[in-house]
């Protein structure tokens, strides 16, 4: 059965220092894989997608970066956290070639607060 | 370009009471339409889906939706509510033609005693 992984589950950073969030995917090959993040009341917003190896798609103008060094593996990085990137990360992956009928398969995500 | 709109950002509601919640969605292609919950600190789950067929759809948890076309809107209902059902929920919707989803902003549901 496929999984999904993501961790560290909580993150407390000093603002200006580096972020490395991971996920990574089992029992699937090729899937799409996307960054989310929840802000206090403001819902879903899609950070980056990637449809294969070193494949990134950024939705949003930000601080952050994302990579996709192997199949199922996906990273959210920044060099110098702000304090406005605080919030719930969530990594999600779907079968490629399955259109959107499948839906998202959610990673349990990160709390990240920047102090 | 698809776009969602959940009509109501909180939804106190009493034990063993129903529940609707109210989503509407916007595209120029047929789609594929979701209900997902969240519990605090935790990952959405799929509660439902909508791709094809019977407008009444049955998920997790005794929740159930309907589609409806004409409306463009995909309502989430549960006939008697519990404790444990207190959590966010949101509505998601794919085009047929694309892999990606768009989601809702979320209700959030409180269940009291």
């Known amino acids: 059965s496929q999984t999904i992984h993501q961790w560290p589950a909580t993150l407390v950073q000093p603002v200006g220092s580096p972020l490395s969030l991971e996920c990574t995917v089992e029992g699937t090959s090729n899937p799409n894989l996307y960054w989310y993040r929840q802000a206090a009341g403001r819902g879903l917003q899609l950070l980056f997608y990637s449809v294969g190896i070193g494949q990134i798609s950024s939705e949003v103008p930000q601080n952050l970066s994302a990579s996709r060094p192997q199949d199922r593996q996906f990273i959210l990085s920044s060099k110098k956290l702000l304090l406005s990137d605080s919030g719930f990360y969530l990594c999600?992956?779907?079968?490629?070639?399955?259109?959107?009928?499948?839906?998202?398969?959610f990673g349990s995500g990160t709390r990240l607060t920047v102090v | 370009a698809q776009s969602v709109t959940q009509l109501d950002s909180q939804v106190p509601v009493f034990e063993e009471a129903p529940v609707e919640l109210r989503c509407n969605y916007s595209?120029?292609?047929?789609?594929?339409l979701f209900w997902y919950v969240q519990y605090p600190n935790q990952g959405l789950q799929l509660l439902l889906k909508?791709?094809?067929?019977?407008?009444l759809v049955k998920g997790i948890n005794g929740f159930e939706a309907e589609f409806n076309k004409s409306q463009t809107s995909f309502h989430l209902r549960k006939p008697s509510v519990h404790i444990s059902d207190t959590a966010e929920y949101f509505c998601?919707?794919?085009?047929?033609?694309?892999?990606?989803?768009?989601f809702g902003a979320g209700t959030t549901v409180t269940v009291r005693a």
């Open positions: 998601a919707v794919s085009p047929s033609n694309d892999y990606k989803l768009s």
């Open positions: 595209s120029s292609v047929s789609v594929y």
């Open positions: 999600a992956w779907n079968t490629a070639g399955a259109g959107g009928r499948g839906g998202y398969t």
């Open positions: 909508y791709l094809s067929g019977s407008t």
